[in-house]
């Protein structure tokens, strides 16, 4: 006897250190029952040594060999500790030997599953059938009946419950199942009497059937207790009471088009377990760990058991639901099959790893104890090494795979859920019921008043979105005739009743920001067009700034950014601060952060910015809302920029090209926005902005080019000849300017090349009109054409006037996107040295005395006003030194961050002075950026409009002064300083320079 307990000791070792419980119970009392059966000469009707046939006939002979209770229950224990794990090392063993030698691993998975539920039940039952019988008076079994309410395999704990007749005898068998509850804590595995903590008295274990119907007929009460109930099977104890239980409380959740008077049940049922699903299918994956029952396990079932109330399904079984649904409902066949493949290989990790490592949900992957018992599991479940890669590697993706699989299937089949829930919801059958007048004016009855009294039955249910669709229907109809009920009422009692509406929505922050929504879509035609701020403002009052509203929010966010996007956009600036604000606290599940973070940002993009911003974030979200997942995460979005711009090239047609390219323009525009409010350098923000522009010009151009040859049917070569140049603040490679300034060059006069090169520009101009862009075309004032010619540019040049210097600095600011570099070179010879440089010093004159006069003409700022750009030392005069410095130097360079720095080189004398001009002209075009995108697209900055750009560049408070104050200070220091600046360079120039130069090359 001893070696046969010996080896089972050293087989146990593989299970997890759980299962030392088992072991130590069957070396306490297994010498004591072995005598027990030999005494009695029952020792062959026991198997000891092998898996039993029949648990039930040999528990009742062990309980038969001694007349002492305390004895049997020893006796009973022992024989169940060396029963389990005989099941459960016998189970293994035969996993291990059919992955090996047989085909389908899946088919493997799931009748391994399916046998070791089924035996684990017979012993389980077979157990607590003795037990009962050992603590109650009578061996009759007949007055009640225990349903296991679980997944059949779990062995963590048995999910029961007991129901019974409600009898006076119901104390003597409350005792007996408490009895028996503490004798398998002790001796096997725990019971959890879920529904009998919900159902019945507070003090039983039990309850009746008259106590299930009186708690679930008023209303639907917590889903889960209702999943247990249409997954209860018979363990032990009266099938009558089984059956009558089934016909009198459950058989109400099922769908049943013949008794309408409890299509509510099947209804409110629906509501829960869809708004649980979809919850799960949300759920992110955490990073540092997995559990199959929360990342697939739960998702799927409560999908399954959605699916079974509306086939109206009897099985309880998960794949024999599968089963019948395959049959009932042929269309979705292979939805079925994709998540049974799912269920089978999760349900078995879970078991293999709460059979070998630990009965915990959590499963630490990073642990590297934890990482080596899941070598064990692949072992079992048939996964070799392969190449550089693990058995647990090859595992792990599997188990990723099957949860990407179960979500996207889950999302594939709610649909079909949730349309049949609209078709059968007791509210759009009231909707059906003219029971107003569309004028409101003759009523029998109130709408508003009647949803909320039916809504209650529903309390606690968090899925209400098909309620929006029956709200829409008829263009409005429903929600129309709701108004007016509530148009009618006193204003005492219509806020008694929108507060009800709050109350029904609090349970789903989804349709409360449905209802609002559809209120403000339909504001224009409803009775009351203000009442979607009435119902906002009671929705704000409500919540309050605590982790579980920030909790709620953030998944809302999550599962639907959209929903968030479009609810912020009806708020007033105040109501978008408080909605910040309830977004300060933490939310409990870190793994929500991340979006609360992006919620606020959202949110922060709605108060905090100008219009100027808001335009193009409209545009760039209102037809992506897949992008609003990405907010904060620069390096993602610079991706999709890149993917959109791949695939403008790959469009199939230039219609395709044109609505990629503006999409592409706008995003990007976005993107550099957001990047800029994250605090980056204005040089890096102007290179960023500089980029895109290029790119949607020099593809415009190609695209309209198309366009013109398809139009002509023909094709025009232009060489080298024509050439599209930026100038401007663009040229200079500067971001956020209003405009495009361009200059069009022909490099002939031929008149079929002209008109050719004039239809391109005609066609380029519209699209970048339609981009909110208004091109500006230099020296089209002098030519009535988008294109200017070499030739009459020259002719302009050549011709005397007061404001040259005005075109020469365009020229010298000049950067080309199409075109070759012969063009670019004869640009430069023909038109930049003969006109600019070979007249530098007439040039420089000119543009001296323009800063002269621009200082001297300037009126004074006011105190709370100040003009970065034309004020005396401001942005604008700072580069008009850089044009005269370029003059002076023929220096060929755009970027006026690159000519500062080589201005530090080639005047070493001034190289201190040019470096805080650098830095003086970086902050300048970053207040004026920041400006742009927070405050509106101006150059004047106000003090009172400081704030939030003074939060953005972190400002550092100041004991006496507001930190818009402290700013606004700053910013007039540094013009002061930049001011002097200037009139030391252009001193120098005069003194040093302008005598020495030729007046004409």
């Known amino acids: ?169 119901r104390e003597e068998l409350n005792k007996a199942i408490g009895r028996m509850s503490m004798e ?79 299509t509510k049940f099947h209804e409110g049922y629906l509501r829960g377990i869809v708004g649980e699903t979809r919850s799960l299918m949300f759920r992110e994956l955490y990073n540092d760990r997995i559990n199959p029952k929360l990342d697939g396990l739960r998702m799927i079932k409560s999908g399954l058991y959605a699916a079974k109330t509306i086939f109206n399904l009897r099985q309880v079984n998960a794949w024999a639901i599968l089963e019948e649904l395959q049959h009932h409902d042929k269309r979705r066949g292979y939805f079925y099959r994709e998540l049974e493949a799912s269920l089978t290989f999760l349900e078995i990790f879970r078991y293999l790893f709460q059979l070998l490592t630990a009965q915990e949900e959590d499963i630490f992957v990073n642990d590297q104890i934890t990482y080596d018992n899941l070598s064990l599991m692949a ?36 649909p079909y859920i949730v349309d049949h829930l609209s078709s059968i919801t007791v509210f759009g059958r009231m909707a059906r019921h003219k029971k107003v007048t569309e004028d409101g004016k003759k009523r029998v009855g109130n709408w508003a008043v009647q949803f909320l009294q039916e809504s209650k039955f529903f309390r606690g249910t968090r899925f209400w979105d098909d309620i929006a669709d029956v709200f829409e229907r008829k263009n409005g109809y429903v929600l129309k005739r709701l108004v007016n009920d509530l148009y009618a009422m006193n204003p005492e009692r219509r806020r008694l009743i929108l507060n009800g509406f709050i109350e029904w929505g609090w349970n789903s922050f989804i349709a ?48 639907m950014p959209e929903l968030l996007y479009e609810y912020l956009q009806t708020l007033s600036t105040e109501q978008q601060k408080s909605f910040y604000e309830w977004l300060s606290a933490k939310p409990w599940d870190d793994e929500i952060e991340p979006d609360r973070h992006r919620l606020r940002l959202l949110t922060r993009l709605h108060y905090g910015t100008s219009t100027y911003f808001k335009r193009i974030m409209s545009r760039v979200l209102g037809d992506h809302p897949e992008y609003l997942s990405y907010l904060d995460d620069s390096r993602r979005l610079a991706l999709i920029g890149r993917g959109i711009l791949a695939g403008v090239e790959r469009a199939q047609n230039n219609r395709q090209k044109l609505v990629l390219i503006h999409h592409y323009h706008s995003f990007e525009f976005f993107r550099v926005c957001l990047n800029t409010l994250t605090g980056l350098p204005a040089p890096v923000t102007a290179d960023d902005f500089t980029v895109f522009s290029d790119t949607y010009i020099r593809l415009l151009f190609e695209i309209s080019k198309e366009f013109v040859d398809e139009t002509l049917d023909k094709e025009l070569q232009t060489k080298d000849l024509l050439g599209v140049f930026v100038t401007g603040g663009h040229g200079q490679m500067l971001a956020f300017d209003d405009d495009y300034d361009l200059i069009i060059l022909l490099n002939s006069d ?21 981009c909110g862009i208004m091109p500006h075309y230099r020296f089209s004032d002098h030519t009535v054409s988008f294109v200017c010619t070499f030739s009459q540019l020259k ?147 106000n003090i009172d409009y400081l704030h939030d750009l003074a939060d953005n560049l972190e400002i550092e408070p100041h004991p006496h002064k507001s930190r818009s104050l402290v700013l606004f200070n700053d910013l007039k220091k540094t013009i002061r300083q930049s001011r002097g600046i200037l009139k030391k360079a252009i001193n120098k120039i005069e003194k040093e320079y302008l005598r020495e130069l030729p007046e004409q090359e």
């Not at 399916?114 to 009759?140: I, P, W």
């Not at 079992?380 to 996207?408: C, H, P, S, W």
């Not at 403002?537 to 920030?550: D, I, N, S, W």
């Not at 079929?752 to 339609?770: D, F, G």
């Open 750 to 770: 031929d008149h079929e090349i002209l008109q050719y090169s004039t239809a391109i520009m005609r066609k380029m101009h519209r699209e970048i009109v339609k």
């Open 512 to 559: 409360t920001f449905s209802l609002i929504l559809l209120l403000y879509k339909f504001k224009d035609e409803i009775a009351d067009p203000h009442l979607y701020e009435e119902y906002n403002k009671l929705f704000l009052e409500r919540a309050r700034a605590t982790p579980e509203v920030a909790q709620r929010l953030s998944i809302v966010f999550k599962s």
């Open 795 to 941: 002719k302009i040049l050549a011709a005397p006037s007061r404001d040259k210097f005005i075109d020469m600095s365009q020229l010298l600011a000049t950067r080309m996107i199409v075109g070759s570099s012969v063009l670019q070179n004869t640009f430069d010879s023909e038109i930049i040295h003969p006109f600019i440089f070979a007249r530098q010093k007439q040039y420089i004159v000119q543009m001296i005395n323009e800063l002269k006069s621009r200082e001297r003409d300037f009126k004074k700022d006011e105190d709370d006003h100040l003009d970065i750009k034309d004020t005396p030392g401001g942005v604008r005069d700072i580069e008009l030194l850089l044009f005269i410095f370029k003059s002076l130097f023929k220096i060929r360079e755009n970027s006026n961050y690159v000519v500062l720095q080589k201005l530090q080189t080639l005047l070493p004398a001034m190289k201190a002075d040019f470096k805080k001009l650098f830095e003086s002209y970086q902050l300048l075009r970053l207040v004026r950026n920041l400006n742009r995108i927070i405050v509106s697209a101006d150059d004047t900055i």
């Open 1 to 169: 006897m001893d070696i046969y307990i010996d080896r089972l000791k050293k087989r146990a070792k593989i299970l997890g250190n759980h299962y030392q419980k088992y072991i130590t119970i069957v070396d306490k009392y297994i010498d004591a029952l072995m005598g027990r059966l030999e005494n009695a000469g029952m020792i062959e009707r026991v198997h000891l040594w092998a898996t039993a046939h029949d648990y039930r006939e040999e528990m009742s002979t062990i309980a038969g060999v001694s007349d002492a209770r305390e004895q049997r229950l020893d006796d009973l224990g022992c024989y169940f500790a060396y029963q389990f794990l005989q099941l459960n090392l016998g189970a293994l063993d035969a996993l291990m030997y059919e992955v090996t030698t047989k085909g389908s691993k899946q088919d493997v998975y799931k009748q391994f599953m399916l046998r070791v539920g089924h035996d684990f039940r017979r012993l389980t039952a077979a157990y607590m059938e003795q037990l009962l019988k050992q603590f109650l008076a009578t061996n009759e079994l007949k007055s009640f009946v225990v349903l296991g309410v679980g997944t059949r395999s779990d062995q963590d704990d048995i999910d029961i419950g007991v129901v019974d007749r409600g009898e006076e005898d």
């Open 379 to 414: 072992e079992a479940m048939g996964y070799t090494q392969y190449g550089t890669g693990g058995a647990v590697d090859f595992l792990l993706t599997d188990y990723f795979k099957y949860i990407r699989n179960a979500k996207e299937t889950v999302r594939n089949v709610l």
């Open 184 to 262: 398998m804590f002790k001796k096997a595995i725990s019971l959890h009497l879920h529904l009998s903590e919900h159902v019945g008295k507070a003090s039983l274990y039990l309850a009746s059937i008259e106590e299930y119907d009186e708690l679930l007929q008023k209303e639907i009460h917590d889903f889960v207790i209702i999943t247990e109930m249409l997954g209860a099977a018979r363990i032990l104890g009266s099938r009558k009471l089984f059956s009558d239980f089934r016909r009198q409380v459950t058989f109400r959740y099922y769908h049943n088009p013949r008794d309408s008077k409890n």
